[in-house]
T-cell receptor, first 113, second 114 residues
Framework: NAGVTQTPKFQVLKTGQSMTLQCAQD?????MYWYRQDPGMGLRLIYY???????DKGEVPNGYNVSRLNKREFSLRLESAAPSQTSVYFC????????????FGDGTRLSIL | AQKITQTQPGMFVQEKEAVTLDCTYD???????LFWYKQPSSGEMIFLIY??????QNATEGRYSLNFQKARKSANLVISASQLGDSAMYFC???????????FGAGTTVTVRA
């Protein structure tokens, strides 16, 4: 019953460092998403992948890149981390259909000094 | 413009009582879906309930029900018989038309008192 698995759970980076957040789902969902959560702002979509082989920008894509490695895995990369990217990052997946809920991982708490 | 507005930053409720969390939305798309999620202090996001714009009846899932007033563009979550484990942040979210994105409100913190 893993659902959506994110690694790592916590990470501290220095400004300018790069890192990749990993996400894998075992629900055979077609669509996957990356959100960030900042205090008082709810969740905002960074990138999404409607299906394997496609990726699209969301609301706040600047400073990030993504890779849909296969149907199960969707990674988020910070090429040159900035303090403004300090946030909690959530990966989610869903089946196709507007009534399908998105299922979230437990989040990655990322601090950039 | 904010697509989802949750005006109650925090609420207290007595155990076993009902609590209503407000959510108003803004869209011109006739086809949309509304979702409620729970985020306990441990941080995970838990899906609670869904209401589609064309659904004729209000959605219910166990102790959760959605008071959907389409003309007023509101989708309030009602939690009946509150339990201590209901203490959490609650988010209202909307998906419009064929868009994949969920637009989230800022959330409401609920604290259940014994």
């Amino acid at each position: 019953n893993a659902g959506v698995t994110q690694t790592p759970k916590f990470q501290v980076l220095k400004t300018g460092q790069s890192m990749t957040l990993q996400c894998a789902q075992d629900m055979n969902h077609n669509s996957m998403y990356w959100y960030r959560q900042d205090p008082g702002m709810g969740l905002r979509l960074i990138y999404y992948s409607a299906s394997e082989g496609t990726t699209d920008k969301g609301e706040v894509p600047n400073g990030y890149n993504v890779s849909r490695l296969n149907k199960r895995e969707f990674s988020l990369r910070l090429e040159s981390a900035a303090p403004s990217q300090t946030s909690v990052y959530f990966c989610a997946s869903s089946e196709v259909g507007s009534n399908q809920p998105q299922h979230f991982g437990d989040g990655t708490r990322l601090s950039i000094l | 413009a904010q697509k989802i507005t949750q005006t109650q930053p925090g609420m207290f409720v007595q155990e076993k009582e009902a609590v209503t969390l407000d959510c108003t939305y803004d869209t011109s798309d006739p086809s949309y879906g509304l979702f409620w999620y729970k985020q306990p202090s441990s941080g995970e996001m838990i899906f609670l309930i869904y209401q589609g714009s064309y659904d004729q009846q209000n959605a219910t899932e166990g102790r959760y029900s959605l008071n959907f007033q389409k003309a007023r563009k509101s989708a309030n979550l009602v939690i009946s018989a509150s339990q201590l484990g209901d203490s959490a942040m609650y988010f209202c979210a909307m998906r419009e038309g064929l868009d994949y994105k969920l637009s989230f409100g800022a959330g409401t913190t609920v604290t259940v008192r014994a």
